[in-house]
T-cell receptor, first 108, second 113 residues
């Protein structure tokens, strides 16, 4: 059983919609990453969180350490946001465990 | 330009023929790591290195070796590749441990026949 659960696994939306992707984990962590993977495979780091909230452009990431839950929000979604979004949790200082990813498709 | 460079990007090989996938970063990062990505299983950590001459196993180290003789390089060695090592491999680096921004290489798609 994957110790990091993402939902939904697949999400299709219309351009302009507000998007939320969720990540839950089972034990205490030291940090959490949100990653983006476009078709073709390259992986880009979006956020690294250990508490609270971060914002970058139309992307917002939040984390609730007590509830062991993080969310990635995309405002005013655009077709170029179509990608797989992956959360990864850091256990201790070294171990990185990934969620299965959420495939997001934004239609024009 | 800050980057993590992997080579080769694509490789088809045969069972048992030793191969090395190189990874190099130009950001003076201490932490480097290797991952494999498989359909239905997602990304899994193979090995990581906290600094020169300091390496440790991740979740799926069987069949792989690594070395960290220089800070910038972290090669992944498959001594005797098998078909179950057919996968997409990523190298990543971070300034300190896993709690800084991660920089990924472009990936290396390996097929073992």
């Amino acid at each position: 059983k994957n110790e990091v659960e993402q939902s939904p696994q697949n999400l299709t939306a219309q351009e302009g919609e507000f998007i939320t992707i969720n990540c839950s984990y089972s034990v205490g962590i030291s940090a959490l990453h949100w990653l983006q993977q476009h078709p073709g495979g390259g992986i880009v780091s979006l956020f690294m969180l250990s508490s609270g909230k971060k914002k970058h452009g139309r992307l917002i990431a939040t984390i609730n350490i007590q509830e062991k839950h993080s969310s990635l929000h995309i405002t005013a979604s655009h077709p170029r946001d179509s990608a797989v979004y992956i959360c990864a949790v850091v256990w201790g200082a070294q171990k990185l465990v990934f969620g299965q990813g959420t495939r997001l498709t934004i239609n024009p | 330009e800050a980057q993590v460079t992997q080579n080769p990007r694509y490789l088809i090989t045969v069972t048992g023929k030793k191969l090395t996938v190189t990874c190099s970063q130009n950001m003076n990062h201490e932490y480097m790591s290797w991952y494999r990505q498989d359909p239905g299983l997602g990304l899994r950590q193979i090995y990581y290195s906290m600094n020169v001459e300091v390496t440790d196993k991740g979740d799926v180290p069987e069949g792989y070796k690594v070395s960290r003789k220089e800070k910038r390089n972290f090669p992944l060695i498959l001594e005797s590749p098998s078909p179950n090592q057919t996968s997409l491999y990523f190298c990543a680096s971070s300034l300190y441990q896993n709690t800084g921004e991660l920089f990924f290489g472009e990936g290396s798609r390996l097929t073992v026949l």
